[in-house]
């Protein structure tokens, strides 16, 4: 007698919003700086909380696209965040907010296997820009569309694993929308940025 096959029922897809939403807290989350306890994001808690203050940066940049705007945010005129690693510790995580026609945007780039205090030529590079508040989310997803000339990092005295990062990049392809097939896309055609930069420091069991 032959016995029918159990099959489970396939597992719902996460919607394309979710999955963005979700996204969107992980690249904020990975720069190690969430007030959450364990550095969780809290389930649809705002992109704010995430980010600690830094006394110094920028990123000045040119959009185009569905986003079109010439960037200028500096601190401490425009309050900028601490970059970070990357979740996997393969390079450095870069968070800025402003605002574009008063509407709030979030641009998280991240630096591809940048070791603490290096510095370094060609390295690859993604960016990711979030509409708060709209649900617009733009991704390069991957490492091989923007890259910088140029990378330096400097120590700050009396700050042990602080760093000034100063670098120069491009986008050779847009930044597409994730979940919303009509949004567009963006071409960060280049940008100037500077960050302090934390990195975890090894202590002694």
């Given at each position: 007698?032959?016995?029918?096959?159990?099959?489970?029922?396939?597992?719902?897809?996460?919607?394309?919003?979710?999955?963005?939403?979700?996204?969107?807290?992980?690249?904020?989350?990975?720069?190690?700086?969430?007030?959450?306890?364990?550095?969780?994001?809290?389930?649809?808690?705002?992109?704010?909380?995430?980010?600690?203050?830094?006394?110094?940066?920028?990123?000045?940049?040119?959009?185009?696209?569905?986003?079109?705007?010439?960037?200028?945010?500096?601190?401490?005129?425009?309050?900028?965040?601490?970059?970070?690693?990357?979740?996997?510790?393969?390079?450095?995580?870069?968070?800025?907010?402003?605002?574009?026609?008063?509407?709030?945007?979030?641009?998280?780039?991240?630096?591809?296997?940048?070791?603490?205090?290096?510095?370094?030529?060609?390295?690859?590079?993604?960016?990711?820009?979030?509409?708060?508040?709209?649900?617009?989310?733009?991704?390069?997803?991957?490492?091989?569309?923007?890259?910088?000339?140029?990378?330096?990092?400097?120590?700050?005295?009396?700050?042990?694993?602080?760093?000034?990062?100063?670098?120069?990049?491009?986008?050779?392809?847009?930044?597409?929308?994730?979940?919303?097939?009509?949004?567009?896309?963006v071409l960060v055609t280049?940008?100037?940025?500077?960050?302090?930069?934390?990195?975890?420091?090894?202590?002694?069991?």
């Open positions: 007698m032959r016995h029918a096959r159990r099959t489970n029922p396939p597992s719902p897809e996460p919607s394309p919003r979710a999955a963005a939403a979700a996204c969107c807290a992980l690249l904020v989350a990975g720069c190690g700086h969430a007030d959450t306890a364990g550095g969780t994001p809290a389930p649809g808690a705002p992109a704010e909380v995430f980010c600690a203050p830094a006394p110094e940066g920028f990123l000045r940049a040119r959009l185009q696209g569905a986003i079109d705007a010439e960037i200028d945010w500096s601190a401490p005129a425009v309050a900028q965040c601490l970059g970070g690693p990357r979740p996997g510790g393969d390079g450095v995580r870069l968070v800025y907010k402003g605002a574009v026609d008063a509407a709030p945007l979030l641009i998280v780039i991240g630096v591809a296997n940048l070791l603490p205090g290096t510095s370094a030529r060609n390295v690859a590079a993604n960016v990711t820009l979030v509409r708060e508040g709209a649900g617009s989310f733009y991704s390069t997803q991957g490492d091989d569309k923007c890259a910088l000339d140029e990378v330096r990092q400097e120590p700050i005295d009396g700050h042990d694993g602080r760093y000034r990062l100063s670098a120069r990049g491009y986008c050779t392809q847009p930044a597409r929308a994730l979940g919303a097939s009509d949004a567009g896309s280049r940008f100037d940025v500077s960050a302090l930069v934390d990195y975890p420091q090894d202590r002694d069991p």
